[in-house]
């Protein structure tokens, strides 16, 4: 691969050591969306319901070997207009 190139999985796994990626808590979303279901269950909540329910977990960046440290830089500071001549 060259050196400035980099590459990332977007659903990375716990084992994917080498890789870089986002980690999407899979067993969260499957532990919520039982949650969701059985909860239904318990309201005798039977059929499709009228509007749908989501929910979202939050994703966490993996650092990995497949992509390299990058540099932090800050941004320039915006020059004004009267401070351009």
């Known amino acids: 691969m060259p050196p400035d190139l980099g590459l990332i999985y977007l659903d990375r796994e716990v084992g ?12 969260r979303v499957g532990a919520s969306a039982t949650d969701m279901g059985v909860g239904a269950l318990h309201r005798d909540e039977l059929r499709v319901p009228e ?10 960046w993996v650092n990995g070997a497949s992509v390299q440290p990058q540099k932090l830089t800050k941004p320039r500071a915006k020059r004004r207009a009267s401070q351009a001549n």
Do not use: K, V
């Not at 994917?16 to 067993?27: F, K, P």
């Not at 509007?51 to 966490?60: A, E, G, L, N, W």
């Open 16 to 27: 994917m050591t080498h890789w870089a990626g986002m980690n999407q808590n899979n067993y």
């Open 51 to 60: 509007f749908s329910r989501s929910s979202m977990m939050q994703s966490i």
